[in-house]
């Protein structure tokens, strides 16, 4: 299935993590947490133009992923993607000049 790959749920973003808890009722192990730090690309997505919100969704891969991680069905997602992408700027940024905030 091409779409197995696509996370519904909420997405959540802290000062350090990115952490997203499925809608899928007893999937806890579906459940994601991952560190800002982690990223190695963060994308607009277009999944599908039949899901809600456009099929508008973001793509992140880290280097424990094989395929991106692709939420899928947002809303708001240019907003979302800004906030993550402003945040993990913050972070790196932090973290590059040695700080730990």
């Known amino acids: 299935m091409p779409t197995d790959y696509i996370r519904n749920g909420v997405l959540y973003v802290t000062e350090n993590y ?5 809608s899928k009722s007893g999937s806890s192990k579906r459940n994601k947490v991952i560190k ?5 690309d963060i994308q607009k997505y277009k999944v ?7 099929g508008m969704g973001i793509a992140v891969s880290t280097p424990s992923t094989q395929k ?3 939420f899928g069905a947002m809303v708001h997602r240019d907003e979302a993607f800004e906030t993550i992408l402003s945040q ?3 972070i790196t940024s932090a973290a ?3 700080g730990d905030s």
């Open 18 to 22: 990115l952490c997203f808890e499925s």
């Open 36 to 40: 800002l730090v982690d990223i190695t």
């Open 48 to 54: 599908l133009s039949v899901l809600p919100g456009s």
């Open 68 to 70: 991106p991680l692709v």
């Open 88 to 90: 993990y700027i913050k």
């Open 96 to 98: 590059a000049s040695g």
